[in-house]
């Protein structure tokens, strides 16, 4: 099928750093494509991890690796000396972060190239329907408007409901279950719940410090991201990966020789690659034994960030338990928790006046019961991948529907995509997949022209 005549339409559903940076690829790549970009929040370009201003929330890569560019490694640094702040390869705040990403959004703005081809859609979608063989996109507030194809670039759910956890405590105003919502101010005093221990509990703890709060972290296995610090270069890993028990072992070899962090850091230009290889019950096997121990050495904090926490918990503000959760209820105007610690046959029963999810992003779409994933899911146009990761998407990141067949016209990037590459978290691995996603469109766009 043809083309009408008008310029081929592009919607990107998202406009934090994932959908930013595909609209960007897009109006680069193809002269021709318009892209409108839909954003439900109030800014475009820093979605949830680049919205604060807490100046103990800091980037957990170094500026020298930000570049938004996967051609242009020196881009984020670039920027930060024509702003006045050049010099040491350290690690900025996210909210500075967001202002880069702005920075990049006003520059595709103003170029005259670009001018009704990049259109910002203040709103909301809540719906993609064929129609003659495009696609509409149904807005929030009633508008729609039809395009080739579309792009799910929403980036992170909130957490999945804690385990144990009556309707009541859903629905408790001392309940946060999205931590990104998190209002420091609001929090009550005395004893807090962080549910999780990863870089979500991290920026939590250092919000709420003070104030005469007492925080107690628990999570199942207690652990804690490691910190940055200087490395040499990294090499590749030598051996095997055919498997996770064949790579960890390979891993603990290389770290031998070089030091951990070199060898985590060696490893990860190859993990899509390593992964995409395993068959779905090696990746499983990962998932259930591998994973809380992979995550803390690849996801790591800035050093003056690990000094902070290292300090809230020598000053008794802050506790990290391993443990199980098993109940949670309302007591009076907080939560009394029943949980089992690690190693232990007895339960412990404490009270707590508040309680903060902190058990990072759920991907599953089946979680959600509104909004454009859950009609999506409605009508078939997208399913679970095998894992519950996120969605199913093919190689080319082409949307899987529920037939097992791509649904046209339908693409997904950022982190709904970990199933099919695993690290799809961090900048250094979402530039290179909004660029790929964006030639894979921009090819997709190009065939149809020509058919």
């Given at each position: ?365 089946e979680a959600a019961t509104a909004g454009l994933l859950a009609d999506l899911r409605r009508r078939g146009a997208l399913r679970r991948d095998p894992l519950g990761l996120g969605l199913d998407v093919d190689e080319r990141l082409r949307v899987i529907g529920a037939d097992g067949r791509p649904t046209p016209g339908l693409f997904a990037v950022g982190p709904l995509t ?34």
């Amino acid at each position: 099928m043809a083309f009408p005549a008008d310029p081929p339409t592009v919607a990107v559903i998202g406009g934090g750093f994932s959908g930013l940076l595909t609209a960007i690829h897009l109006l680069r790549q193809d002269p021709e494509v318009v892209v409108r970009l839909v954003e439900r929040a109030p800014r475009f370009g820093r979605g949830r991890a680049y919205q604060t201003s807490h100046p103990d929330h800091l980037l957990n890569v170094r500026a020298s690796n930000m570049s938004a560019f996967p051609d242009q490694p020196g881009h984020f640094r670039a920027w930060l000396e024509r702003e006045g702040e050049g010099g040491a390869d350290g690690f900025v705040s996210r909210g500075r972060y967001g202002d880069y990403l702005q920075s990049l959004l006003r520059e595709e703005v103003s170029d005259p190239s670009r001018a009704g081809r990049f259109l910002l859609e203040a709103d909301e979608a809540v719906a993609l329907e064929p129609a003659g063989g495009r696609i509409r996109v149904a807005l929030a507030v009633g508008r729609s408007f039809d395009a080739d194809a579309a792009v799910l670039a929403l980036g992170l759910l909130p957490p999945a409901p804690p385990p144990g956890a009556t309707p009541e405590v859903l629905a408790h105003p001392a309940y946060v279950a999205d931590p990104w919502r998190l209002d420091p101010a609001a929090a009550p005093d005395g004893d807090i719940l962080l549910i999780g221990s990863g870089l979500t509990m991290v920026d939590v703890a250092l919000s709420l410090a003070g104030e005469g709060r007492r925080l107690t972290a628990l999570s199942r296995h207690g652990l804690i991201s490691h910190s940055h610090a200087p490395t040499t270069g990294a090499p590749a890993p030598e051996g095997a990966l055919s498997t996770p028990r064949v790579a960890l072992r390979t891993l603990r070899a290389q770290a031998e020789k070089v030091g951990w962090r070199e060898a985590v850091d060696g490893i990860r230009p190859l993990t899509a690659e390593i992964w995409r290889s395993w068959p779905l019950g090696q990746r499983r096997r990962f998932l259930r034994h591998a994973r809380p121990w992979w995550d803390v050495h690849r996801h790591r904090m800035a050093p003056v960030i690990a000094a902070r926490l290292s300090g809230l918990v020598v000053s008794a503000e802050l506790e990290v338990q391993a443990g199980r959760l098993d109940a949670v209820a309302c007591e009076g105007e907080g939560f009394v928790v029943r949980y089992r610690p690690r190693g232990e046959r007895q339960p412990v029963v404490r009270t707590f006046s508040a309680i903060v999810n902190c058990t990072g992003p759920r991907g599953d779409p089946e979680a959600a019961t509104a909004g454009l994933l859950a009609d999506l899911r409605r009508r078939g146009a997208l399913r679970r991948d095998p894992l519950g990761l996120g969605l199913d998407v093919d190689e080319r990141l082409r949307v899987i529907g529920a037939d097992g067949r791509p649904t046209p016209g339908l693409f997904a990037v950022g982190p709904l995509t970990r199933a099919a590459v695993w690290e799809a978290l961090a900048v250094p691995d979402l530039r290179n997949q909004t660029a790929e996603v964006a030639r894979t469109v921009t090819e997709a766009l190009r065939l149809r022209r020509a058919a």
